[in-house]
């Protein structure tokens, strides 16, 4: 009976994850707001700050001294991250509108929910990072099929570990302004000191330390190591291995905190 009863478990968890999944990604192309939101402000980002910053700004980064294309890494890590704050303020609203409930007393593993929310903002975080990837390839960009494989899987693990810090911040709250503040308070930070406007070496001693302590700056310079190959020092394995450790630590995180934190009733 142990084995047909593990069939069954590990059958309800994939079947669990593929629907939460599907929901999650129907959801944000139904939501046409979302896809601009996402999509939109990076690129304003990007046109803009490197516009303003660009002709004073210098790096020995990518090589080229181009701020367009130094900031190019940032600006999807910025993707991934609008992508996993509008994926997981979800959480508040099925909260409220009930489903969340459902799906906790439904006989699917709670692990299941964690790994669908986690998925959902991942795929539709790398889809959109690889379409403007795309886009921009006529920029100069590099593309190898060993670069495109090393872009894919950091922007996914980016945005496994990403969605999940979204999660962790929004699963035990109740209120979407209560999550507005809290992203204003740590995620925008986390991004603005992953060295994605400018470089750790040309900072102060203090901020160069917080830089290099930010779990995202190690990703990011994976990015550019991919997007330019031969123009950064950065070494891949333990840069990768931080990036892989991170992003398990936080799912792991994130499946705890689902089992024993009781969800709040609207």
């Not at 990604?25 to 303003?52: C, D, E, H, M, Y």
Request: aromatic content about 12%; some cysteine; charged content about 10%.
């Amino acid at each position: 009976m142990e084995p047909r009863t593990s069939s069954i478990a590990s059958g309800s968890f994939g079947l669990g994850v593929y629907t939460l999944w599907n929901r999650e990604v129907v959801r944000f192309l139904r939501q046409k707001n979302r896809v601009v939101g996402a999509l939109g402000t990076p690129l304003v980002f990007w046109f803009l700050i490197g516009s303003g910053v660009g002709s004073s700004f210098r790096t020995g980064g990518t090589g080229s001294g181009d701020y367009f294309s130094y900031f190019f890494p940032g600006m999807l890590l910025l993707v991934v991250l609008f992508t996993a704050i509008f994926s997981t303020i979800s959480l508040i609203e099925d909260r409220r509108e009930g489903f969340l409930q459902a799906v906790l007393v439904a006989p699917v593993p709670r692990s299941a929910v964690v790994a669908a929310k986690l998925l959902g903002g991942m795929t539709l975080s790398v889809l959109q990072c690889l379409l403007i990837y795309l886009l921009a390839l006529p920029l100069g960009l590099h593309f190898s099929l060993g670069s495109f494989a090393l872009v894919v899987v950091t922007l996914c693990l980016l945005g496994l570990a990403l969605t999940g810090i979204g999660y962790l911040l929004a699963w035990p709250l109740d209120s979407v302004q209560g999550y507005h503040a809290l992203m204003n308070l740590l995620l925008m930070p986390l991004w603005l000191l992953s060295g994605a406007l400018f470089p750790p070496n040309g900072s102060v001693g203090w901020m160069r330390a917080i830089i290099h302590a930010n779990p995202l700056y190690y990703g990011l310079e994976l990015l550019r190591a991919a997007l330019w190959p031969g123009r950064s020092s950065a070494p891949l394995w333990l840069f990768g291995a931080i990036t892989l450790l991170f992003t398990a630590a936080v799912g792991l995180a994130a499946v705890v905190i689902t089992d024993r934190v009781r969800v709040k009733h609207p």
